[in-house]
């Protein structure tokens, strides 16, 4: 009934102002949100001084809302490492500016570790006919519930004991990735359990790895 009331064409032009209008409403509350986004976690985050370094190409900066944190995506080389930037509120307008460059970065891991490499885990592998298994295969992949969420498997080289925010940890130095274009070796922090017994070198371990990281001073 409306167009019987209205020239032609003036419900549609109506319409048009009123989807700009929200558009332009909807872009002024995503710039006032990313303007006043909080730079400080949600919760406290496992610091840990780790002498491992990469350097990769930042490709994005943005809060997880799910976690409260904010994460950084990089490029290591054809690899794409996503981890949580634990020194975010000190230092957000060097990573903000590190965005579409290469940057050195302090990586390392919170993490859950059985004994054990991919013959362990041979019955949760759908492909493991498939591929070339060999007994010191190492990998990480994402996995889980956030971006910084990866399943490990590595290779220990060294072990040593020390603290992230307070907390008595385990922190293994392992390989995790090896490959004609790139290897990678990381600092897996765990919980220390009193009364076991650290994982020895060349030990093989698998399990979850959420990354951390920092630009170093």
């Not at 558009?23 to 780790?50: I, S």
């Not at 002498?51 to 690899?79: C, F, H, N, S």
Request: aromatic share 6%.
């Amino acid at each position: 009934m409306l167009n019987g009331l209205l020239p032609p064409g003036v419900l549609e032009g109506l319409l048009l102002v009123v989807l700009i209008g929200a558009f332009v409403l909807v872009v002024r509350g995503v710039r006032r949100r990313r303007a006043f986004a909080r730079v400080e976690p949600d919760a406290p985050l496992p610091d840990l001084e780790t002498q491992q370094r990469i350097t990769a190409t930042v490709k994005r900066v943005y809060r997880d809302p799910g976690q409260g944190v904010w994460l950084v995506e990089t490029m290591l080389g054809r690899k794409r490492v996503t981890f949580c930037a634990v020194d975010f509120a000190d230092k957000a307008a060097a990573w903000q500016g590190a965005v579409g460059a290469d940057a050195d970065i302090a990586l390392y891991a919170l993490s859950s570790l059985a004994p054990g490499g991919v013959e362990t885990m041979r019955d949760q592998i759908k492909d493991y006919d498939k591929v070339e298994i060999t007994p010191d295969l190492v990998r990480l992949v994402p996995a889980g519930e956030f971006a910084n969420d990866h399943a490990v498997i590595g290779r220990v080289l060294s072990h040593r004991t020390d603290e992230a925010s307070g907390i008595p940890v385990d922190v293994y130095r392992a390989e995790v990735v090896r490959g004609k274009e790139l290897n990678l070796i990381l600092e897996l922090a765990v919980p220390k359990v009193p009364g076991t017994t650290p994982y020895a070198p060349p030990a093989m371990v698998h399990g979850s790895a959420r990354l951390y990281g920092y630009l170093p001073d």
